[in-house]
């Protein structure tokens, strides 16, 4: 009965924790967005719809890259990686400011993903905040 008791005590003060510290994480409001922002175009991605992919990213995401050649780079990673059968938050947060980081709102969102191909690996998206105060990816990386 003692390691029952203690094995609870240990699972309800975890609980407790992540209790307490869960509300401060969810309550970053630009988190949140930016956050909903990659889900967005996600799910353009898993999609294949590569115009409107293209039209949703950010300025410099467009800037880049041309639409043909970001369907080329998007069709040889999928080719690659195989489709997404799941993936899970791992976490968001702007980057620290460096020296030679333009000026602006950055966050970078990471995911676990399970590849079709490749198994269990990760996406990472850079996302801005533009003028209009939407979040729009410009950068995005699988490993």
Do not use: C
Not at 7 to 21: D, H, K, N, Q, T
Not at 125 to 139: A, C, M, N, Y
Request: proline share 5%; net charge positive.
């Amino acid at each position: 009965m003692g390691k029952i008791a203690f094995g609870r005590r240990r699972m309800l003060a975890a609980m407790a924790l992540s209790a307490i510290a869960m509300p401060a994480f969810a309550q970053d409001p630009l988190r949140n967005e930016a956050v909903g922002a990659a889900r967005d175009w996600l799910v353009l991605l898993d999609k294949h719809d590569i115009k409107q992919l293209y039209a949703t990213s950010g300025k410099r995401f467009r800037e880049g890259i041309s639409e043909e050649k970001w369907s080329q780079v998007a069709e040889a990673g999928r080719e690659q990686f195989g489709a997404v059968k799941s993936r899970t938050l791992l976490g968001a947060e702007s980057p620290p400011d460096t020296p030679n980081r333009p000026k602006g709102d950055f966050m970078t969102v990471v995911f676990r993903a399970d590849f079709g191909k490749r198994g269990v690996g990760t996406e990472s998206l850079t996302l801005e905040r533009e003028p209009d105060g939407k979040w729009r990816v410009i950068g995005y990386l699988m490993k």
